[in-house]
């Protein structure tokens, strides 16, 4: 606390008399504000996943693979369903990647097993279902496979988006 000593002289013009004030400590004041703090939480899931890229192909590849990770943050032990759809430049349920430059297509699958057996998609049973378990973190391996690389394949960089679906 800061405390000032000041002295007033004051002169009544009217009865001309001088009138003094004696020193006094100032008075520290003190004002209350209530702040109201909030939060409200959703259930919910955010939702990521690394690019999957088969790399460089050179020469005769048969069936090139690669994995991408698909993860998940959502609010603890929530149950979801995740579905990816057919891309942007796919042919029916098939996918395809496509080089800008000549217009062709190169067909490719994502499976959500290692052995490659099991497709992932957006139809019913072809989607992943799990729980975020106690922490809320998850995280998928999703697998990519290109049938045929070499069958009607031109030189060139092929491209496709794909999105990813968390139902929960």
Same mark, same amino acid.
């Given at each position: 606390?800061?405390?000032?000593?000041?002295?007033?002289?004051?002169?009544?013009?009217?009865? #001309?008399? $001088?009138?003094? *004030?004696?020193? /006094?400590?100032?008075?520290?004041? =003190?004002?209350?504000?209530?702040? &109201?703090?909030?939060?409200?939480?959703?259930? #919910?899931? $955010?939702?990521? *996943?690394?690019? /999957?890229?088969?790399?460089?192909? =050179?020469?005769?590849?048969?069936? &090139?693979?690669?994995?991408?990770?698909?993860?998940?943050?959502?609010?603890?032990?929530?149950?979801?369903?995740?579905?990816?759809?057919?891309?942007?430049?796919?042919?029916?349920?098939?996918?395809?990647?496509?080089?800008?430059?000549?217009?062709?297509?190169?067909?490719?699958?994502?499976?959500?097993?290692?052995?490659?057996?099991?497709?992932?998609?957006?139809?019913?049973?072809?989607?992943?279902?799990?729980?975020?378990?106690?922490?809320?973190?998850?995280?998928?391996?999703?697998?990519?496979?290109?049938?045929?690389?070499?069958?009607?394949?031109?030189?060139?960089?092929?491209?496709?988006?794909?999105?990813?679906?968390?139902?929960?």
């Amino acid at each position: 606390m800061i405390t000032r000593r000041f002295s007033l002289i004051a002169v009544s013009a009217i009865s #001309g008399v $001088a009138s003094f *004030a004696v020193s /006094m400590p100032a008075r520290a004041e =003190t004002q209350t504000f209530t702040w &109201p703090v909030e939060l409200t939480i959703l259930e #919910g899931c $955010a939702i990521s *996943a690394t690019p /999957m890229n088969f790399g460089l192909i =050179t020469g005769q590849v048969n069936r &090139p693979t690669t994995t991408a990770q698909i993860s998940l943050l959502c609010n603890p032990n929530i149950n979801y369903e995740i579905s990816i759809d057919n891309g942007l430049n796919a042919n029916g349920n098939t996918r395809r990647m496509r080089n800008p430059d000549n217009g062709r297509h190169l067909r490719y699958r994502i499976y959500s097993n290692a052995g490659l057996t099991q497709r992932w998609d957006s139809r019913a049973n072809r989607r992943v279902s799990g729980n975020s378990g106690a922490t809320g973190f998850t995280s998928h391996t999703a697998y990519g496979e290109i049938r045929n690389a070499n069958a009607g394949a031109r030189t060139g960089a092929y491209y496709d988006t794909v999105t990813v679906t968390v139902e929960f």
